[in-house]
């Protein structure tokens, strides 16, 4: 190393030069307009339910409800969805995903099993948003 050194500040012209490249422009993907899928799988505890559609997912409003527990969330812009309206589930978690079409937005609903709901996680990526629940007393702060 030392000798390189050496070698770089006696023969600057050496000097390897360094061209600035321009980062990668990332395609930004369009808005969804149809949810193609809504997949539920159970790991251990946990229920992901995995919602995929034909665009990016970034434009949706999360709430829950407590009496009874439910998750919802809306999807703007979302105009109709390629699943069927209701989705039984089976487990301690969650008994239906109920998907209702309205005119400026999608409605996903989670019918939750615990009184006091439930905690969960929202994870966004490209064309899909991953909904995590894991046992638990209660919802998240909002």
């Keep these: 190393n030392t000798k390189l050194f050496?070698?770089?500040n006696n023969y600057p012209h050496l000097e390897e030069k360094?061209?600035?490249t321009q980062?990668?422009?990332r395609e930004l993907m369009q808005p969804a307009?149809?949810?193609?899928?809504i997949k539920s799988i159970k790991a251990d505890e946990e229920l992901r339910v995995y919602i995929l559609a034909d665009g990016s997912l970034d434009q949706f409003n999360a709430f829950h409800l407590t009496?009874?527990?439910r998750l919802v969330l809306d999807f703007m812009k979302v105009k109709s969805a390629k699943v069927k309206s209701a989705q039984s589930l089976k487990g301690p978690l969650?008994?239906?995903i109920r998907v209702g079409v309205h005119p400026d937005k999608l409605r996903v609903v989670f019918d939750l099993v615990p009184e006091k709901?439930?905690?969960y996680q929202i994870t966004l990526g490209d064309d899909r948003l991953v909904v995590s629940?894991?046992?638990?007393?209660?919802f998240p702060a909002q």
């Design 67 to 69: 009496s009874p527990p």
């Design 23 to 25: 980062p990668i422009k």
């Design 18 to 20: 360094i061209v600035s």
């Design 133 to 138: 629940f894991k046992p638990g007393s209660g």
């Design 94 to 96: 969650a008994k239906k």
């Design 6 to 8: 050496d070698l770089l």
């Design 33 to 37: 307009r149809n949810i193609t899928t």
């Design 117 to 119: 709901g439930l905690p």
